[in-house]
């Protein structure tokens, strides 16, 4: 009897062994499956490395920082076997620089291959930079575009110091130096200083807008008081081109730049690690790969919100002003 027992052990042993294997296999292969998973949704098409013709989709999404992985991707596309690109755009605009240099390396891409801006939601100041370095603009009639200006934002704490009795004392080398401080009151000559820096900007911003849509004074006149418009109020002050979408582009594309029908539209991303997204922007990744998409949606825009308050220097962005 005490065989039978010790036998029946042995194989109930034995089989709750291969059953503890197998589901660690099976757990070890999910995760292999989950980390391969995230890894092709940061690649997008860009990881199966596309050689063969295509339209390339380049999405500028967010604040425009130019930063180097962003002009990198740019240039990889001017490189690659595309034979036209989309500028699917969906930005308030960032930093005039940062538009500035993603401005002159879209515009190297056309100097090659015909490119197209989408405006998505919104193409607003430096957003608006980015899409004026497309051949055609096409946005939907309730886009947003526009917002032609500039601006520069900080804080002043010198009542608030004053209330609470601190103040802060600073040796400089001239008045002008590292002014405005926030500090203490923002002087005439600083004022002015500021003042002459941001009218330089909206000068060639203005210059750009001129050139590139092919505006009279009058015109320019017209669209440069830094308010946004729709598509269809952009359409007759010639902000864009036509009225629509990708459909709309692509049919212009072929038609108008001989590119061949019907070729496949792939995406072009850089890759998206979790550290450079920060907190709130991995957060809101995993919360999407997870399929809580109103969790991440909400998480990305506090991300946003974040990386806005970090922004410095002069900038070029469309924002609504809260009531006073």
Do not use: C
């Not at 039978?4 to 296999?25: C, E, G, H, N, P």
């Not at 010198?158 to 500090?183: H, I, N, Q, R």
């Not at 709130?280 to 990305?300: H, P, W």
């Not at 974040?306 to 002003?321: K, M, N, P, S």
Request: hydrophobic letters at 45%; aromatic letters at 6%; a positive charge.
């Amino acid at each position: 009897m005490s065989d039978m027992l010790s036998s029946d052990y042995q194989v109930d042993r034995r089989q709750m062994r291969r059953k503890i294997t197998f589901w660690r296999a099976a757990a070890f292969l999910v995760a292999i499956a989950a980390i391969v998973a995230v890894g092709l949704r940061g690649l997008g098409d860009q990881g199966a490395s596309p050689v063969s013709a295509h339209i390339a989709r380049l999405s500028i999404e967010g604040l425009i920082t130019g930063d180097k992985d962003t002009l990198k991707l740019v240039r990889d596309i001017g490189e690659s076997k595309a034979a036209a690109v989309l500028v699917s755009i969906e930005s308030p605009g960032g930093t005039t620089t940062g538009a500035e240099r993603l401005y002159a390396e879209l515009r190297r891409i056309a100097e090659k291959k015909p490119v197209v801006a989408v405006v998505g939601t919104m193409a607003a100041s430096g957003g608006y930079i980015a899409a004026m370095s497309a051949d055609r603009i096409v946005a939907r009639g309730n886009s947003l575009v526009g917002s032609i200006g500039v601006l520069f934002q900080y804080p002043n704490f010198a009542a608030l110091l004053d209330k609470v009795g601190v103040k802060m004392e600073a040796v400089k080398s001239s008045p002008l130096k590292a002014a405005p401080s926030g500090y203490e009151p923002t002087s005439p000559e600083a004022r002015a200083a500021l003042n002459a820096l941001v009218v330089d900007s909206y000068d060639w911003f203005k210059d750009m807008v001129r050139e590139r849509r092919g505006l009279s004074d009058a015109e320019l006149a017209a669209v440069t008081d830094g308010r946004v418009f729709t598509g269809r109020q952009g359409l007759p002050l010639k902000l864009v081109d036509a009225i629509g979408g990708e459909r709309e582009a692509i049919e212009w594309l072929e038609k108008e730049k001989g590119v061949a029908k019907k070729l496949p539209v792939r995406d072009w991303k850089k890759g998206r690690s979790l550290e450079r997204l920060g907190l709130l922007g991995a957060s809101g990744e995993i919360a999407r790969f997870l399929g809580l998409t109103g969790v991440a949606d909400m998480l990305q825009r506090g991300a946003m919100a974040q990386e806005a308050q970090l922004l410095d220097g002069l900038v070029a962005i469309w924002q609504v002003e809260p009531a006073h």
